[in-house]
């Protein structure tokens, strides 16, 4: 089955405690991204990556770090955690970076309590 | 810099009765324009898009959505509601890659369908 798949599903750590939330997707897919969804705000996009070893900036990137070392995964990195990242963080994938028209697929979210 | 307005942040429609739920944006060039759903405690799931060519986009579930290019708006429609369309509505705007990468998403519309 085609899909996005995100681990762990809920966490609730502790501030300056890092911690790695790990995506992977099995559709050959180029691009993929990070996006935090808080409430009011709507998705806001954390980091993308056009392809292996190519990642850039979204529009809220501090605190966060991303790698991507492989095609299929595009692990998310919070090396000191702080309750402002407290969020419902999802990872989507698309094919062909330069197709800025296709549709993202969309993991199933991993909600961060940080205390 | 793109944006996206839903101005509704709650929508309430009696089942068999049409929908809207509305979306403005501003982008430069030409916009690639996308609506996601949202179901309780999962991820986002594409329903249609705009690309090129006729302005009224059919899409999944039943719905469709028109793009007005001198109202810079992008409504989904859908001519008679269910109950299980309750759920978290998003619209999103990515310009031409000339314009940068990253789809930006409005904030959401809950709709609640009634029976």
């Known amino acids: 089955e085609a899909q996005v798949t995100q681990n762990p599903r809920y966490l609730i750590t502790v501030t300056g405690k890092k911690l790695t939330v790990t995506c992977s997707q099995n559709m050959n897919h180029e691009y993929m991204s990070w996006y935090r969804q808080d409430p009011g705000l709507g998705l806001r996009q954390i980091y993308y990556s056009m392809n292996v070893e190519v990642t850039d900036k979204g529009d809220v990137p501090e605190g966060y770090k991303v790698s991507r070392k492989e095609k299929r995964n595009f692990p998310l990195i919070l090396e000191s955690p702080s309750p402002n990242q407290t969020s419902l963080y999802f990872c989507a994938s698309s094919p062909a970076s330069d197709r800025s028209y296709n549709e993202q697929f969309f993991g199933p979210g991993t909600r961060l309590t940080v205390l | 810099a793109q944006s996206v307005a839903q101005p509704e942040d709650q929508v309430n429609v009696a089942e068999g009765n049409p929908l809207t739920v509305k979306c403005t944006y501003s982008?430069?060039?030409?916009?690639?324009l996308f609506w996601y759903v949202q179901y309780p405690n999962r991820g986002l799931q594409f329903l249609l898009k705009y690309i090129t060519g006729d302005n009224l986009v059919k899409g999944s579930y039943g719905f469709e959505a028109e793009f007005n290019k001198s109202q810079t708006s992008f409504h989904l429609k859908k001519p008679s509601a269910l109950v299980s369309d309750s759920a978290l509505y998003f619209c999103a705007v990515r310009p031409p890659p000339l314009y940068g990468n990253k789809l930006v998403f409005g904030a959401g519309t809950i709709l609640r369908v009634k029976s």
């Open positions: 982008v430069s060039g030409n916009p690639y």
